[in-house]
């Protein structure tokens, strides 16, 4: 398998993660989302929990495949948008990095 050409990363830190935005690049170019998606959290699967982060009971979110199928209608527009082929790999590439950098509200503590 080829090296992901999607980076993922949430643009805040520390105790402040809901005041972010996701900035995503493909191949090194920026690519931008609906305002929807651009500044909450993209609900992938994992454990977000700032207290318990090795704890099952705190997985949550949308494995890969049903991510995929519910988003498919943004992610088709923005591929489109961005030049990026519309294909079964670019589509999973765009899902492992922006599940990477995930986050969820309370997952860093800072509203404990």
């Known amino acids: 398998m080829s090296a992901n050409p999607f980076t993922a990363k949430w643009s805040a830190k520390g105790h402040t993660l ?3 935005h996701w900035i995503i690049h493909y191949q090194g170019l920026p690519v931008v989302l609906p305002d929807k998606q ?7 699967y994992g454990n977000f929990s700032y207290l318990f982060p090795d704890e099952d009971d705190f997985i949550e979110g949308t494995q890969e495949d049903d991510w995929i199928e519910q988003n498919i209608d943004w992610l088709a527009e923005i591929f489109e948008q961005h030049a990026i082929p519309l294909d079964e790999a670019h589509l999973r590439w765009f899902y492992q990095a922006v599940n990477a950098a995930d986050w969820r509200c309370g997952s860093c ?3 404990i």
């Open 18 to 20: 809901c005041l972010g």
């Open 38 to 44: 651009a500044e909450h959290d993209m609900d992938t």
């Open 109 to 111: 503590g800072g509203c």
